[in-house]
């Protein structure tokens, strides 16, 4: 092929095509074939036997067998062996069950629908089980969060179930021992703990089903008040999202980041490629968002402070200094809001005002601190406000105190970008009962004085 | 010449286990390669799995193995002893229980399955209970201990028998394991050797291919 027939190619869209110009190529014709180099310099081949008579083993040991004899031998011996031996015959036993479960089928796997519970995002999953026993964890292709996929996470999940450490019985600590005991000891054990059982308190996660219902049922029951059960999440981003939504909207929410939704998205500090809030459905919606459609593709901006696989990924991206994100997402917000282009009502916009102008000390050394020019931003919220487009702020791990206003500030630029309803959703989320803001505080608060008993979550506080 | 009677002697005394022999007349070959030596192993090896009694020393099989002096074992004709005389003449036949009766797996999974104790006591529960073989299962019930058969049909690993798709296409139950509701305990019919299974392939125009059945 001529190269000039390669710049047609761009404009061509059935070059990928399965029956594209491709397949007119001539055939490869192989050319010259050389088994050794030898064949094409005589000298090598010289040298080689020269060095090769150097080589030789002066004392003249050598392995009376060379491989062939050895070969012929052994098999000698293993058919001589072989023709009394595969006579053998083992007596098998064939163990059917005493009752047989009505799910299960001898032979042939069942498969159970779960949740994943290795991160917070609660991926629907479909367990393989044998004879009662989960063996492959694979995605529910009919589940909104995991469409199908699932992480090497949750896939290795599995490994968790056959730990050789895992506990098989309940544990009871005595000093600093411990010790298993059988469950109606630990029972008795709790029993005593709890006295009159007005005073316990539940430390847990977020949930997708109905585990949280049962656990206010279990302390209504058990006499304390259903306040009492705290909600925890490892993922720095479920705290922070969670408690800027409450302080700006008075919603105790998630946000679903629907990417497919948005062509220009601008990630500050964001992790959502790696874990974020739910990695599998981000990922999917991303691939979707950064494919080749309507004719152009999606653009992904990112500025962080560590390279990630977010950034290496992206179209562009500006490094910033550690815990830069909050000085950088004002400097977003500034420039959106100085564009005239920007969405949003007035008293919106009068919002951010009052922000900007109590933040104006730090935003006026932030361009040096930051090491991004004006103009990029300037740019970048032109071409943010004339597409459909998406901010997305924090890692999961940075979770620091300007957190929350990290994402108060990434709640205002989406606003004036006109996010919120397109590509931000307020729907039930990923998960219907994510954590409630301000349980964390609660908790360090209060459970002094209770009896906790915590869910998945071993605190050393 | 030390060397070769050592060897010598640990052939006769371990010539039932002669894999700590080749370990030890590799050790040696490794340690001093002479041709003599690794004949002579040989030799030592081939004689002795020709005397060999109860396994080889390169197949070690563990567990029990079946009797060669009283059950044929290559091919059709091998009938074990099993926990309790089941007689499949008297349910299959007299009685005329259709075989997925019991065996209900079988057009649902790869094995046919031996049904489950709570499938025999859907019956024996009210059904002879004063006989003793239905005593041993009732005993075995309650105490919810499962009942270990010798399995009569075994293939080997590398072959992946169905029993769905011969089942959903019709096979008689007969024409592989014989005229079971004529027998009394389980025996194998059939040869089960791969030639036999082309056989009816062939005859019934069905897949030849390799991976029908290794895969």
Redesign the interface.
């Known amino acids: 092929m001529e190269f000039d027939e390669l710049s047609t190619l761009e404009n061509n869209k059935q070059v990928f095509a399965p029956s594209g110009p491709f397949e007119k190529n001539k055939a490869i014709v192989p050319g010259d074939f050389y088994a050794a180099a030898e064949e094409v310099i005589p000298e090598v081949a010289a040298e080689s036997s020269d060095v090769a008579g150097d080589m030789e083993d002066p004392t003249g040991k050598e ?3 060379d491989r062939r004899d050895f070969m012929k ?2 098999s ?3 058919v ?21 479960p009505k799910d299960q ?4 796997p069942t498969y159970y629908a779960s949740t994943c519970n290795q991160c917070s995002a609660g991926c629907g999953m479909v367990v393989k089980t044998r004879e009662g026993r989960p063996t492959k964890l694979e995605g529910n292709p009919g589940h909104p969060v995991s469409q199908g996929a699932l992480c090497a996470l949750g896939q290795a999940s599995i490994q968790g179930l056959y730990h050789p450490e895992r506990k098989k019985a309940p544990e009871v600590k005595f000093g600093k021992k411990h010790v298993a005991v059988e469950w109606e000891e630990a029972y008795g054990h709790l029993a005593k703990k709890f006295g009159d059982g007005t005073k316990i308190g539940i430390l847990t996660c977020g949930s997708t089903g109905s585990r949280h219902k049962f656990f206010r049922d279990f302390l209504r029951t058990m006499g304390s008040p259903e306040r009492n059960l705290y909600t925890w999440e490892p993922n720095g981003l479920f705290h922070s999202i969670t408690e800027a939504h409450k302080l700006a909207f008075g919603v105790n929410a998630m946000p679903r980041f629907d990417l497919r939704n948005a062509d220009n998205i601008v990630g500050i500090g964001s992790d959502f490629l790696d874990v974020g809030v739910s990695p599998i459905y981000q990922a999917k919606s991303f691939s979707q968002a950064h494919a080749y459609r309507n004719g152009k593709m999606g653009k992904l901006t990112q500025f962080e402070a560590t390279l990630s696989l977010k950034g290496e990924g992206a179209d562009v991206r500006y490094p910033i200094p550690v815990d830069g994100e909050l000085l950088t997402s004002l400097l977003l917000l500034r420039a959106l809001h100085e564009n005239n282009a920007s969405k949003g009502t007035a008293e919106e916009k009068s919002r951010v005002k009052e922000i900007l102008d109590q933040y104006s000390e730090q935003i006026s050394n932030a361009t040096n601190e930051v090491g991004v020019k004006r103009e990029v931003f300037d740019k970048l919220a032109d071409s943010l406000l004339k597409e459909r487009s998406l901010v997305l702020a924090g890692g999961s791990t940075n979770f620091n105190e300007d957190s929350t206003s990290l994402q108060l500030v990434a709640i205002l630029i989406n606003i004036l970008i006109g996010a919120y309803g397109k590509a931000l959703v307020l729907d039930r989320g990923h998960m219907p009962t994510p954590i409630v803001p301000g349980d964390l505080r609660r908790f360090l608060n209060e459970a002094e004085d209770l009896d906790v008993l915590c869910h998945r979550y071993k605190p050393y506080f | 010449m030390l060397i070769k009677s050592l060897n010598l002697k640990i052939v006769l005394v371990v010539s039932d286990a002669y894999w700590p022999f080749i370990l030890l007349c590799s050790l040696v070959l490794i340690w001093r ?3 003599r030596l ?2 002579f192993g ?1 030799a030592m ?2 004689a002795a ?2 005397s ?1 009694t ?6 070690w ?6 009797d ?1 002096s009283t059950q044929s ?2 091919g059709n004709g091998y009938h ?1 002893d099993q926990p309790i005389n089941f007689s499949h003449k008297l349910h299959a036949g007299d009685r005329k229980i259709p075989c997925q009766y019991c065996h209900s ?1 079988a057009r ?4 046919a ?7 025999c006591m859907g019956c024996h529960k009210l059904v002879n209970t004063d006989r003793d073989p239905i005593k041993f299962l009732t005993e ?2 309650e105490k ?8 009569v049909h ?1 293939l080997p690993d590398h072959v992946r028998f169905t029993h769905k798709p011969h089942i959903l296409a019709k096979v008689q139950c007969q024409e592989c394991h014989g005229p079971v509701e004529t027998t009394e305990t389980a025996e194998q019919w059939a040869p089960l050797q791969m030639g036999w299974c082309i056989g009816c392939h062939l005859k019934k125009n069905v897949s030849t291919s390799c991976n029908t059945c290794h895969y």
Do not use: H
């Open positions: 392995f009376p067998l031998l052994f000698a011996g293993a001589a062996s072989a023709a009394t031996g595969c006579i053998n015959r083992p007596v098998e036993k064939a163990i059917p069950y005493v009752n047989q089928v001898p032979g042939t | 390669p002479s041709l690794f004949l040989v090896c081939a799995a020709v060999n109860g396994y080889s020393w390169w197949m099989t563990p567990g029990d193995t079946v060669t074992i290559i074990p797996s649902r999974s790869p094995i399955g031996i049904p489950s104790l709570n499938t075995k019930f919810d201990e499962p009942i270990e058969w010798v399995k075994d």
